[in-house]
Each structure stands twice: as structure tokens, then as C-alpha cells.
């Protein structure tokens, strides 16, 4: 009985992190965080629940990298995109593709210093950000922990009880092994 409510709990945690995950896919913020919310409140509060290493939030992650890459090759950068500047200054010189106009392109993208690696000049967020962890405790006070208990006390009542019956055999035979 107490593996069943202690399986519910577990399935209750699974449940409100499959919501996390699918709020967080959905890309709503305020959803997510109340979904974050209710698994805490819900882990925090059932034992059972324990969450392993924990829920990371990847679609999170990866808008906020997206977001990080396109401030870096926005026109607030101070090049800019140099490509699109390059390709501004050649297309009206020629009409169609030609070797002139890949030399053309080269030359103004020549004009701006090289980076030496892109990813050095983007501030990319840390991903422990996006990982939640919450810590089911050891024993609550719901079905799931009161069953516990009262199968631990059955457990004891019945440990007890054969150490007696044994230790009553014992001092029986030997107190009638005359007889």
C-alpha cells in the first residue's frame, strides 16, 4: 500500500515536470516560471519526488544564446554586418555574378579588422542558470508517509514478536530438558 502512494507522489512530480518542460518549449516565460513554481512547491512537499540531477531548461538556454549571437551581429556591433556592408557597396556596380564583383566584396569585407574568433567577443550566458534542483525530504505527513510509518511499526511488531517466541522456545528447553 505504501509503494502505491509513494508511486502517486512520484508520478505527481513527473507530471508538473513535464509541464515545465513543455511551457519552457513553448517559449512562455511567465507560464514556465509558474509552472517552476508549482513543481518546487509539489517536491518540497511529497517524499518521493526526488528529481535526479535535476531539470534543465534547454529551450530557455538556447533563446537566450540565439538572442546573444544576434546582439553580436547586429548593427549596434561596431562593424556591423560586414557582409551585408560589402554587398551593399558592390551590387550596384554589377549586375550578375562575376569574378570582378567576388573581388569587389573582398576588398571592402578587407576593409574591416579580422576578429580573431567570433565566440570570444560574444557574452554567452551561463547554462547553471537554467538548471533547477529541488530536494524532496526524507518523510512528510501525507498518505504516502503515514503508510511508511505504520508499515515500519507492522515490521517491528512482528520482528519483536519472533524474538520473543524464539528467546520463550529457548528458556523452555532448557528449563524442561530434564523432563
Known amino acids: 500500500m505504501s509503494a502505491t ?6 508520478i505527481g ?18 507560464v514556465t516560471q509558474a509552472r517552476l513554481y508549482e513543481l518546487q512547491r509539489y517536491v518540497t512537499a511529497h517524499m518521493n519526488t526526488d528529481m535526479g540531477k535535476g531539470l534543465y531548461l534547454e ?5 537566450a544564446v540565439q538572442a546573444a549571437y ?35 566584396t573582398a576588398s571592402e569585407l578587407a576593409k574591416y579588422p579580422a576578429s580573431d574568433n567570433l565566440l570570444d567577443s560574444i557574452d554567452l550566458p551561463r547554462a547553471d542558470i537554467y538548471l533547477y534542483d529541488y ?3 526524507l518523510w512528510t505527513p501525507d498518505f504516502a508517509g503515514w503508510s511508511v510509518v505504520i508499515c515500519v511499526v507492522i515490521f517491528i511488531m ?16 532448557r528449563r524442561y530438558q530434564g523432563i
Open 5 to 10: 502512494f509513494l508511486r502517486l507522489n512520484n
Open 13 to 30: 512530480m513527473v507530471e508538473r515536470r513535464s509541464a515545465v518542460i513543455s511551457a519552457d518549449n513553448q517559449g512562455e516565460t511567465a
Open 59 to 63: 529551450g530557455s538556454y538556447k533563446r
Open 70 to 104: 544576434a546582439s553580436a551581429s547586429a548593427s549596434s556591433n561596431p562593424n556591423g554586418n560586414i557582409y551585408k556592408k560589402a554587398q551593399a557597396v558592390c551590387e550596384p556596380r554589377f549586375t550578375h555574378w562575376s569574378p570582378a564583383y567576388v573581388q569587389c
Open 135 to 137: 530536494v524532496s525530504p
Open 158 to 173: 512482528i520482528v519483536s514478536r519472533l524474538t520473543g517466541v524464539i528467546i520463550l522456545r529457548i528458556i523452555l528447553k
